[in-house]
């Protein structure tokens, strides 16, 4: 993956994993992004593991972000953490957002997840943690 600028906006990808149709909440939080001054590439809804992985690396984008509400988030996750990682994009941290039980939560972080956003979350603040998220993999990245 080629270098990515230090002045570069962060690059954020989101995407709609599964067969979930319902795309408001990711829409609301790529508003807030872009509002942000992040460039925001969403990729849409149902999409596979390994198409948003293949856009990651493409776009050369600083942080993945999936949203789901289907209850699929443990088995999607881990399925896109695994295939980041064979295309040698470990560098690009995953976050999870939408219907996640406590539990799973927890679950997420230990299969890879940066950072699981639940349904309620401050939109400030996960708007802070996926900038400070972006930032700091872009400088290892650049390390």
Do not use: C, W
Not at 78 to 86: H, K, P, S, T
């Amino acid at each position: 993956m080629p270098a990515a600028s230090s002045a570069r906006k962060p690059r954020i990808l989101l995407a709609k994993p599964g067969l979930d149709g319902h795309d408001r909440g990711v829409k609301v939080v790529g508003m807030a992004l872009r509002d942000a001054g992040m460039e925001v590439i969403y990729l849409g809804l149902r999409q596979s593991a390994s198409s948003i992985v293949s856009a990651a690396q493409q776009e050369d984008v600083d942080l993945i972000g999936l949203s789901v509400l289907s209850g699929v988030h443990l088995a999607i996750t881990a399925r896109l953490i695994a295939e980041r990682d064979q295309l040698g994009l470990q560098s690009v941290p995953v976050i999870v957002g939408g219907t996640i039980p406590a539990d799973d939560a927890q679950e997420l972080l230990r299969l890879g997840a940066a950072a699981v956003f639940p349904v309620g979350f401050d939109l400030a603040a996960m708007v802070d943690a996926v900038r400070e998220l972006a930032l700091g993999a872009r400088e290892a990245a650049n390390a």
